[in-house]
């Protein structure tokens, strides 16, 4: 399991003077990139290969509030990999300085051609650094269907 540990700051909370929604999105995207930097997708890295990241959707379950000053550490694992690697699934937690866990969060993605904007798989040796990581408990193999579970057509107003 991956960790990056944060502290709340004033940005970082709302009206109620607990820690924003926006927060909780910025931190584990801060937690994903560190991530992937740390699997030598940087910007450079992805710049070679023409691709970048994109989330489909990110469902945050909040269990307890968080305050300003407050440490807080968030978690990354690896749910889930197309065999490609098109698709990706990660699960963040994110724990208060005494260990609980106060919210979850599952985030499913995919990797897009930044040239013809549609998803692409990863080059193999950048698929291969995937394929060291530590999987979580539930990881599944990705299919096309698993990124439709939760899909949502949007109405057109015309």
Not at 51 to 79: C, D, M, Q, W
Request: hydrophobic residues 40%; glycine residues 6%.
């Amino acid at each position: 399991m991956y960790i990056k540990e944060f502290e709340i700051r004033w940005s970082d909370v709302d009206a109620n003077g607990h820690m924003a929604n926006a927060a909780y999105l910025n931190f584990m995207s801060h937690t994903r990139m560190a991530f992937l930097m740390e699997l030598g997708f940087n910007q450079q890295s992805m710049v070679t290969h023409n691709i970048g990241p994109v989330v489909f959707h990110e469902h945050v379950y909040y269990f307890k509030e968080a305050f300003i000053g407050t440490p807080v550490r968030v978690s990354l694992e690896l749910n889930g990999l197309s065999e490609d690697g098109m698709f990706f699934e990660f699960h963040h937690n994110f724990y208060d300085e005494k260990g609980r866990n106060f919210a979850h969060c599952e985030v499913m993605g995919a990797w897009i051609d930044l040239t013809t904007r549609s998803l692409t798989g990863l080059a193999r040796p950048l698929l291969n650094s995937f394929n060291k990581v530590p999987k979580s408990g539930t990881f599944k193999v990705l299919t096309r269907e698993d990124t439709r579970k939760f899909s949502v057509r949007p109405k057109d107003l015309v």
